[in-house]
């Protein structure tokens, strides 16, 4: 079973910049899938942006051209850069790998976008 570890979030003003990583226990090679989801206070957990197959991405239509996932398979981390911030965007951030039918997830890291 694979481990996820999340990092790199914290309290940023609106339009900064973060970068979350997403360490896995294993291999990420041979992964399918993996991405982020994001929770909100008081709100169901969102698809933020997916890597499949090492290439393919998407994203939710309200972080389209300010986030960016990629995925490093030398070092078994996933990330997703995220640029012009705004105060909607204050979530708790779940990093995802899909395994056969199950996702497994990481414990999440907070993001706060705020002045």
């Known amino acids: 079973q694979v481990q996820l570890v999340e990092s790199g979030g914290g309290l940023v003003q609106p339009g900064g910049s973060l970068r979350l990583s997403c360490a896995a226990s294993?291999?990420?090679?041979?992964?399918?899938?993996m991405g982020w989801y994001r929770q909100a206070p008081g709100k169901g957990r969102e698809l933020v942006a997916s890597i499949i197959n090492g290439a393919m991405t998407n994203y939710a239509d309200s972080v389209k051209g300010r986030f960016t996932i990629s995925k490093d398979n030398a070092k078994n981390t996933v990330y997703v850069q995220m640029n012009s911030l705004k105060p909607e965007d204050t979530a708790v951030y779940y990093c995802?790998?899909?395994?056969?039918?199950?996702?497994?997830w990481g414990q999440g890291t907070q993001v706060t976008v705020s002045s």
């Open positions: 294993t291999s990420i090679f041979s992964i399918n899938t």
């Open positions: 995802y790998a899909r395994i056969g039918a199950y996702n497994h």
